[in-house]
């Protein structure tokens, strides 16, 4: 079910009702509802693999009971092992089986032995990386016992199932979102106001900002052999606001979805394009999944810590890995590594963690260093977009070589001009708001707190009508493919 | 819990009265869909030439020049899935001897349902009563147009008072422009 259908705008109130008037009464009928909504919202899409999560759900439900009364550590060890192997089997499976075949295949063949594997018509489970991060993060954090395993098997359900970060996170942690399952959830009239202060934003990102974007970055990437150096800057700039509207709109309308019920997630997306430089932006971009591989890869490879070597090699392996996440094509590997790259001259000369403050606190703009700053950072960010959105290694770089070529010296022009300069309006009013809110878990949480109550309403209608008048043609979530 | 449900109810109710009102006026403006299903209903018996399939067909054959009791049940897109739910739909085809739809490259495997001109499945369901689609959005107007293109829709229709069929009598398009994209629709 999308956050932006008809589907979910009448699914939510339903669901929103039962549990705080019929399911109200005890914890484990609020629960229980949950897991039921939960299975039905993403049972909407394809019920055939509710049996994935429910089977994921059950073995790491029965390794944490395993684990709590286990010692020894040989076998703590197997139980973890066996965790890893079901939930990584399944992700491997699914997601990058024709991938390694397809390598197989074609290292073969240019070693001098054809090979004519068959491959497999497999169906991609929306959300299977995030839920599967997800539910490894509880049995992880279990073994090493940072965590008590929980004996309430509904919970565990509803903690791996939460429908509104079930396909595209943000990836909660066992140790924030678990603990909320086993204390009942009263009603605050101020969350949940703020919750659909959120959602309200978080559509706006999507169907204004990312929608548009993703019609014009598909129309330049598409035909980018058409177009001139400087109309696929234009075609690589949509697709930077389209990946971000697309995303934490996401993610801002699974965190105000959540608020509703009284649940509180972490944030996902803090400002990223505002960033100084690009460890600031990662510090900013994804958190739930960078920090998952902090806390899961990172720092079990060492970290920072050793020598030179040990951080530039962990350094790469997360990002390559972090890219891999992201899909069974070269392409995102190029992105990961690529971004490493960025991150390297930071981390060799100690200065990954200058800028961990907001921009400009306080002021109302940026200093002509911090702007310049920005747009480097900005523009490093664009380059590596067009390997996440080409198609193939060879397209990224023909496109990126059109980019620096003569070319760019020219007018832009491309099919949908017009569109496009609508589009580009909204982007800088969404970026000013954005800029205003920065301080903030989402830009409108507190714009507006201290007018009187009509200009609100009227913020929030305006907001409204533009989503009507000037939303894009609905596209699927990207991240509901990773 | 009552002071938020009360207020957000308050907030979004006047949306609430807009949908259902925009939508209320939409549905009551004639248009081909319901004008060839409600003639399809009444006059199926007597119908002996049936013209089905897309653009090539409503555009292409006017049943006017065509003797005996011909009609032109083609719309724009319609595929060739659709021209079987059409004959399907109306059983008493008591005089049809011929029925003719458009065969070209696309037609085994392009469907309505998967194209840009999607849609347009609204209008079956909507008036012929056919169930094409389980997407709640595919049973309104509304959410299948832009607004301003219902307003439009609305203001010359109820507003103008312009006639807001494109099709004659019995069926042949009547308002192809050439930037109609043939091929497309």
Redesign the interface.
């Known amino acids: 079910m999308l956050f932006n259908?008809?589907?979910f705008a009448?699914f939510l109130p339903i669901v929103f009702l039962l549990y705080?008037f019929v399911a109200n009464k005890k914890l484990k009928f609020q629960n229980f509802l949950i897991v039921v909504a939960s299975y039905v919202f993403y049972g909407w899409w394809d019920w055939r693999f509710l049996s994935l999560i429910l089977f994921s759900t059950l073995v790491d439900y029965a390794i944490g009971r395993k684990l709590l009364n286990e010692e020894n550590q040989t076998k703590r060890k197997i139980l973890l092992w066996t965790s890893l192997v079901v939930n990584l089997g399944f992700l491997g499976f699914f997601k990058y089986y024709n991938f390694f075949l397809d390598n197989f295949v074609e290292a073969f063949s240019f070693f001098g032995y054809p090979i004519n594997p068959q491959g497999l018509n497999i169906i991609l489970p929306v959300g299977i990386s995030f839920y599967t991060f997800q539910t490894l993060s509880y049995t992880i954090d279990v073994y090493r016992k940072k965590l008590e395993p929980t004996k309430n098997f509904i919970a565990f359900m509803a903690f791996v199932s939460f429908f509104p970060q079930l396909v595209a996170g943000p990836i909660e942690r066992a140790t924030n979102l678990l603990p909320q399952f086993y204390k009942k959830r009263n009603?605050e009239?101020d969350r949940?106001?703020d919750g659909?202060r959120q959602i309200l934003w978080g559509l706006f990102k999507k169907i204004v900002i990312a929608d548009n974007a993703a019609q014009l970055a598909n129309e330049i990437f598409n035909n980018s052999a058409d177009y001139s150096g400087s109309t696929l800057v234009l075609g690589a700039l949509f697709f930077t606001f389209q990946i971000y509207g697309d995303f934490s709109g996401y993610s801002d309308i699974a965190i105000g979805t959540s608020r509703l019920f009284g649940f509180n997630l972490m944030q996902n997306f803090n400002f990223p394009y505002f960033s100084r430089d690009i460890a600031e932006f990662w510090r900013r971009w994804h958190i739930s999944l960078s920090t998952w591989f902090r806390d899961y890869l990172y720092i079990p490879l060492g970290g920072s810590r050793g020598s030179t070597w040990m951080k530039v090699r962990n350094t790469f392996i997360i990002f390559v890995v972090s890219g891999f996440w992201h899909g069974a094509n070269w392409t995102f590997i190029a992105w990961g590594a690529l971004n490493a790259l960025y991150f390297m001259p930071l981390l060799l000369l100690g200065k990954n963690r200058v800028n961990t403050d907001t921009v400009a606190e306080g002021k109302y703009l940026p200093s002509l260093k911090e702007f310049f700053q920005i747009g480097i950072t900005f523009g490093l960010t664009i380059l590596a977009w067009v390997f996440f959105r080409a198609e193939n290694i060879s397209h990224a770089f023909t496109y990126l070589s059109t980019i620096f070529s003569k070319s760019l010296i020219s007018i832009p022009h491309f099919q949908g001009m017009g569109h496009g300069l609508e589009t580009i309006i909204l982007i800088m009013i969404f970026m000013i708001v954005e800029w205003i809110g920065r301080n903030e878990q989402f830009a409108i949480e507190k714009l507006g707190f201290q007018w009187k109550r009509r200009y609100r309403?009227v913020l929030?209608y305006s907001i409204?009508m533009i989503i009507?008048?000037y939303g894009g043609e609905q596209q699927q979530f990207i991240y509901f493919q990773f | 819990?009552n002071?938020?449900i009360s207020k957000?109810f308050l907030?979004i109710l006047p949306?609430i009265l807009a949908f259902f009102s925009m939508e209320l006026l939409l549905r009551k403006i004639p248009n081909d869909y319901r004008y060839k299903s409600e003639y399809l209903s009444s006059n199926s018996d007597n119908i002996s030439k049936l013209f089905l399939g897309s653009s090539h067909s409503y555009f292409g054959i006017n049943p006017d020049f065509i003797s005996g009791n011909a009609f032109n049940a083609s719309h724009i897109s319609q595929s060739i899935d659709i021209d079987y739910e059409i004959i399907k739909k109306y059983d008493n085809w008591d005089d049809l001897k011929f029925i003719i739809i458009p065969i070209d490259y696309f037609t085994l495997f392009s469907r309505l349902s998967n194209g840009v001109e999607y849609w347009r499945i609204k209008n079956y369901n909507l008036y012929y009563n056919m169930n094409l689609s389980n997407?709640?959005?595919d049973n309104?107007e509304l959410?299948n147009s832009?607004?301003?293109s219902n307003l439009q829709r609305i203001s010359s229709y109820y507003i103008k008072g312009n006639s807001s069929l494109t099709c004659s009598k019995f069926g042949f398009g009547t308002n192809y422009t050439d930037t109609l994209d043939l091929v497309k629709t």
């Open positions: 259908s008809i589907d009448i705080w009603f009239y949940a106001v659909l309403y929030y409204i009507y008048l | 819990m002071k938020f957000l907030f949306f997407k709640l959005s309104f959410p832009s607004l301003k």
